[in-house]
């Protein structure tokens, strides 16, 4: 059964980190693009990064550009998305996804988790 999960959400201070990690069961992770996105309430989903098959180049939103890096993990089966100099704005629902390739619209991913919840407020 595909699978993925999240986790390393949480509530933290403006300024702070986080890592995010997405797990995958029952495929590789390295054969595809992982994409990670957050979706606020009433507010439409948004990539906030992409690493694509092969790591050629990584994608970042304009918004996170300089604070948040994604990776992968090939021996751990995951891609994580350490989030640096964390604002409000920040804060939103995180889920990771699959692709044949980095696209910025998420009608193109697949496989979603169920999300990790993250919080930046004092």
């Known amino acids: 059964q595909l699978q993925f999960v999240e986790s390393g959400g949480g509530l933290v201070q403006p300024g702070g980190s986080l890592r995010l990690s997405c797990a995958a069961s029952?495929?590789?992770?390295?054969?595809?693009?992982i994409g990670w996105f957050r979706q606020e309430p009433g507010k439409a989903r948004e990539r906030v990064a992409c690493i694509p098959y092969g790591d050629s180049s990584t994608y970042y939103a304009d918004s996170v550009k300089g604070r948040f890096t994604i990776s992968r993990d090939n021996a751990k089966n995951t891609v994580d998305l350490q989030m640096n100099s964390l604002k409000p704005e920040d804060t939103a629902v995180y889920y990771c996804?699959?692709?044949?390739?980095?696209?910025?619209?998420?009608?193109?991913?697949?496989?979603w988790g169920q999300g990790t919840q993250v919080t930046v407020s004092s």
């Open positions: 029952g495929f590789t992770l390295d054969y595809f693009a």
């Open positions: 996804a699959r692709s044949p390739a980095c696209s910025a619209y998420d009608i193109n991913y697949d496989y």
